[in-house]
Structures are given as C-alpha cells and as structure tokens.
C-alpha cells in the first residue's frame, strides 16, 4: 500500500511533522506535541493519517546521518494511542536498530583468502608474531598484509578492522 | 516526572529484539535497505503493536534549511 501523494508533497509537509522534523526528541508521538483539534486540521491528519484509517503516530528517528533522515513511523487507528511504554521501549531499542541498519548499509569488505586467513587469526587474539609462527611466515610479513587489509577495510585499529569484517568471519 | 516501569516481559521483548538486530547480517550495497530488513521491521512491530508501520527517509537541502531537495513517498510496511 502507498499513500497516495508525490513525495515533493511530502517532503514540502516534513517540517510540520513533529517527528520528522527533528524538534522534539528521537521518540515521539503526534499526541505528544499537537491537540486532538489542531491534530485534525493538520496536512498530516488530512492527507496521511485520515486516507489509511489511522489516528495515532509514534515516531523512532534514528541519528541522522549528514543530511539524511530516517524515522521508522507506527500508526494506530483512533481510540489506541501510545503509552509512556511504547515511548520507553523504543527509547531502549533505538541504538540498536540504528547499529543494525548501519551494518546493513555498509557494503561487505572484499578481502583475499590470506587477508581473512589473517584476520581470522586476529580475532582470536594472536599477536602478529603468534600469526606468523602459525602460518610459517614472517612477522613483517604479518604486518604488511594486515596494513593492506587496514587500507581495504578503511580501518584505524585492529578492533575496527575485526568490528568492520565481522560478516566475514561469520560467514 | 514520572517513571515508568516496564514488565518483565516487556524487558525480554526489547532484548529479543536487541538480539534480532545483532543477528541481522551485513549485506552487500543495496538500493533499498527496506529490502534487507523485513525481519527487523516485523520485529519492530512486534515490540510496539501497530495497525501500519513506516520506514521514512529524506534528505534535506543543505543550502536552505527546512526545504526538502530530495526523498520518496511514504510506503507503508506494515
């Protein structure tokens, strides 16, 4: 189902809108900021919330990410609204949502078999030197692919390069 | 200010769903992340019961403030 309006037209209502607006706070619900009266004469009400049968809002903004917005939206038709619990657990769960989405953003690293070999190693917590005597190679050597991989991860530090390629060593 | 407490229950939905999101995996680039994420969102709206569920995204001018340049329209998830 889409609502049925251009997103100019929506994007043009956007700082009207109590969530996404940005103004009021990462958790909050239309019945937080609007009366039921001025609720009803808004654009929102008129051309969102009416044409689907929904009422009630409550909106989880996730930190922005430089000029992009993201708000997951959930609507209630009339005579259920949200409750202090439905704003607290969402207060809760936001971090996580947004960690989540992050890592799903994020293209997977490509590295070679000796690179994720290396880095599988370093997850366990072995020292370059420990990695090389496993692998029968030099200790420079260590180093010089785990600079590569660093370049190709766009890592600062070894615990970033393992946060970063963490699908694959999963995989 | 009030306080509010949250039910035992309530607690273990947040940490089950806290667990879907680490479990999620990473995936390659893709167009649209809503494609990706159909167990997140269904979770989500397990936590906090809804009759429809939106994921918005935009993008907002940087030359003039309050003024959208770009973005969709509102498709509804749930």
Redesign the interface.
């Known amino acids: 189902?889409?609502?049925n309006?251009?997103?100019?037209t929506?994007?043009?209502h956007?700082?009207e809108h109590p969530i996404?607006s940005g103004r009021y706070g990462p958790v909050v619900a239309f019945s937080d900021v609007l009366g039921t009266l001025e609720f009803r004469r808004s654009w929102h009400y008129l051309e969102?919330f009416r044409p689907?049968?929904?009422f009630y809002e409550?909106g989880?903004a996730l930190p922005r990410q430089g000029?992009?917005?993201?708000?997951?939206?959930?609507?209630?038709?009339r005579g259920r609204d949200?409750t202090?619990?439905?704003?607290?657990?969402?207060q809760?769960?936001r971090p996580?949502?947004h960690?989540?989405?992050q890592?799903?953003?994020?293209?997977?690293p490509q590295l070679t078999a000796r690179q994720l070999e290396i880095m599988r190693l370093v997850a366990q917590g072995l020292t370059n030197g420990q990695i090389a005597h496993r692998l029968g190679t030099a200790e420079k050597t260590v180093g010089k692919h785990l600079e590569n991989t660093y370049e190709r991860l766009g890592a600062h530090s070894r615990v970033h390069a393992i946060a970063l390629c963490?699908?694959l060593l999963?995989g | 200010m009030g306080s509010t407490t949250l039910s035992t229950r309530d607690v273990r939905a947040v940490l089950d769903l806290a667990g879907v999101c680490a479990e999620l995996p990473a995936q390659v680039q893709v167009d649209d992340l809503a494609d990706a994420v159909p167990e997140l969102l269904g979770a989500l709206a397990g936590l906090v019961r809804c009759d429809l569920l939106f994921w918005d995204r935009s993008s907002w001018s940087r030359s003039s403030v309050g003024r959208a340049s770009s973005g969709r329209g509102r498709p509804a998830w749930w």
Do not use: E, T, Y
Request: aromatic share 8%.
């Open positions: 189902m889409v609502v309006f251009d997103a100019d929506w994007l043009a956007l700082p996404m969102c689907n049968g929904s409550i989880l000029v992009q917005r993201s708000v997951i939206s959930f609507n209630r038709k949200f202090d619990r439905d704003h607290l657990v969402l809760l769960i996580h949502v960690a989540a989405l890592r799903l953003g994020r293209p997977v963490d699908p999963r």
